[in-house]
């Protein structure tokens, strides 16, 4: 994996929301438990570096979503909690590049490549990597960091989440983005900052 250097490269956190609490209390079961643990160490790596972190929310339209700005599951779980001068990114559909500023925000940092981590996996947070790339970012997509849920195809066929996290990874691989674990993330942080210490 190539060097991640912080002011050039950031973090983005997408929809680490508590509506998904909600969503696994119905019966729905996901994939990567320890998913949330790994967006934290790597939001507290970024942190050290001295790394952009941006935070998006989904502020859903829907009536019935849980992630309506107006209902507790709009809330961020704790591990993920922005700091102070921290961005949030408020999106209303998949892509957090439609109807915000995150683009804006990354051209005027010099941002050009981006770490992407959060959920889900084949919606969200795939959608988000795909636009980023053909925005020209250069896209880690964190695989231990990110999951989906069990869904139900159009013929009444069940995915398990594994299985669609598994294809979203392989879909994106080569063609949008580089497929990483969040060691091998905090690992590049770190050397970039020993080596700009020792600079």
Known sequence: MAALVPPTTALIVIDVQKGFDETELAGHARNNPDALARIAELIAAFRDANGMVIHIRHASREQDSPFRPDRPGYAVKEEARERAGEPIVVKHVNSAFIGTDLEARLRAA????????????????????????????EIKLVRDAAWTFDRVGPDGDHHRAAELHQMTLANLHGEFAEIVEAREVIRRLRSARRLVQAG
């Open 110 to 137: 010099a941002v050009t490549a981006l770490v992407i981590v959060g959920a889900t996996t084949n919606h969200c947070v795939e959608t988000t990597a795909r636009m980023a790339s053909n925005l020209g970012f």
